[in-house]
């Protein structure tokens, strides 16, 4: 099972918005509503952002959603802070019933 | 709050064994599904395997890279979960997650563990 596609990097300033996209196949990202998001600070564990493709749980900020379409999916982190300075993680279920990683997109604050 | 604290990481040479353990609490560990996750240094997040709750049959799958040299348990009476690591790599150092799956996803992670293979 390959890694799912995420750009290496994405920045933006404080106040702007950054999406990130998550491409698959229909085995994977398109096949299924089962696509969440991890927030990684350096150091640490990561942190669920979004769920279920755009479910947030509660606690994360609104500034943070999710959507697909077709094969990809995208987070988008509007109103941009320095604490969203970060790497990002897509997760996507497969058919196998066993889960395929994003490739991983480090956010920069500029 | 839901929390998993693991250990059992360290130096182990090529071909080594090693069990990493994650303690649970504050959640019905009986009925949770419980995955592994790992990352290697500067890398990615790569999935290891999960074990289902005894409900669901228990049973457990496995990443390709590590199918046949590690195993999953549980032991529902201690809300504790194992990762017996056998036949050990280079490429198996990482930091080794513990981690809850709600349905499709994963929330909350334990810190993590370090497990460094090599001579």
């Known amino acids: 099972q390959s890694a799912l596609t995420q750009p290496p990097s994405a920045s933006g300033s404080p106040g702007q918005s950054v999406t990130i996209s998550c491409t698959g196949t229909?085995?994977?990202?398109?096949?299924?509503?089962?696509v969440s998001w991890y927030q990684q600070h350096p150091g640490k564990a990561p942190k669920l952002m979004i769920h279920e493709v755009n479910k947030r749980p509660s606690g994360v900020p609104d500034r943070f959603s999710g959507s697909k379409s077709g094969n990809t999916a995208s987070l988008t982190v509007s109103g941009l802070q320095a604490e969203d300075e970060a790497d990002y993680y897509c997760i996507s279920q497969t058919g196998s019933n066993n889960f395929v990683f994003g490739t991983g997109t480090k956010v920069t604050v500029l | 709050e839901v929390r998993l604290v693991e250990s059992g990481g360290g130096l182990v040479k090529p071909g080594g064994s090693l069990r990493l353990s994650c303690a649970a609490s504050?959640?019905?560990?009986?009925?949770?599904?419980m995955t592994w996750v790992r990352q290697a240094p500067g890398k990615g997040l790569e999935w290891v395997g999960r074990?289902?709750?005894?409900?669901?049959?228990?049973?457990?799958d496995y990443a390709a890279p590590v199918e046949g040299r590690f195993t999953i348990s549980r032991d529902a009476s201690k809300n504790m979960l194992y990762l017996h690591m056998n036949s050990l790599k280079a490429e198996d150092t990482a930091v080794y997650f513990c981690?809850?799956?709600?349905?499709?996803?994963?929330?909350?992670w334990g810190q993590g563990t370090l497990v460094t293979v090599s001579s």
């Open positions: 504050e959640f019905t560990f009986s009925k949770a599904w």
């Open positions: 229909s085995s994977d990202v398109g096949g299924y509503n089962y």
């Open positions: 981690v809850h799956q709600m349905r499709s996803w994963f929330d909350p």
């Open positions: 074990i289902r709750n005894e409900k669901d049959g228990g049973t457990t």
